[in-house]
């Protein structure tokens, strides 16, 4: 009794790694796979004319939009990138669908996961000093500061968001490689 159960228990675990690893119906590929933090952007372009200002895009349908206002730079982020913000005038504030973030110290390096269509977003800080708070009405409003080496997770569906210590430090060796690479 006791193998049969375990040979089921198996089949079910094969079954359901194997639907997992499929691209469902009506999911667009172009949608990076997030379960490798460490996968090299398939495109980088320069944010402004002296490109000390960078956007790193992992897929081919994220967005970043930038307006520069009479004081201020607003960017509007729908996807999955990563800005490097060198040289800027502050303030900025950069808007997801879910997060509203002001700049608070360059040089900044922030990866940033938040597709609208999605209740869940985060942004992964590795260098420089953020305030986030919610970009919804909520019963929570939270505001959190983000220093270097945290990260931030935000739910809509849950009306939850959190911030926390960047344990996972593949990314930021990640970062230090990809920006050693032209030296």
Not at 50 to 74: F, M
Request: proline letters at 4%; aromatic letters at 8%; one cysteine or more.
């Amino acid at each position: 009794m006791t193998k049969n159960l375990l040979s089921v228990f198996s089949l079910a675990l094969l079954i359901g790694q194997s639907a997992c690893n499929q691209v469902p119906k009506g999911v667009d590929s172009n949608v990076p796979d997030r379960s490798n933090r460490t996968l090299d952007p398939v495109k980088v372009e320069a944010y402004d004319e002296d490109s000390l200002n960078v956007v790193y895009y992992w897929d081919n349908v994220s967005r970043v939009d930038r307006k520069n206002e009479k004081d201020s730079t607003l960017i509007h982020v729908d996807g999955l990138v990563l800005l490097e913000l060198q040289k800027e005038k502050l303030p900025i504030y950069i808007q997801t669908s879910l997060m509203q973030i002001e700049v608070l110290e360059l040089p900044l390096a922030v990866k940033i996961d938040a597709f609208k269509k999605e209740p869940g977003q985060s942004l992964d800080l590795l260098s420089g000093t953020l305030l986030v708070s919610k970009a919804y009405q909520s019963p929570f409003p939270d505001v959190d500061t983000l220093r270097a080496n945290e990260l931030y997770m935000i739910n809509k569906d849950i009306d939850l968001s959190e911030k926390e210590k960047l344990d996972d430090m593949e990314l930021l060796d990640w970062w230090k490689k990809w920006k050693g690479r032209g030296k």
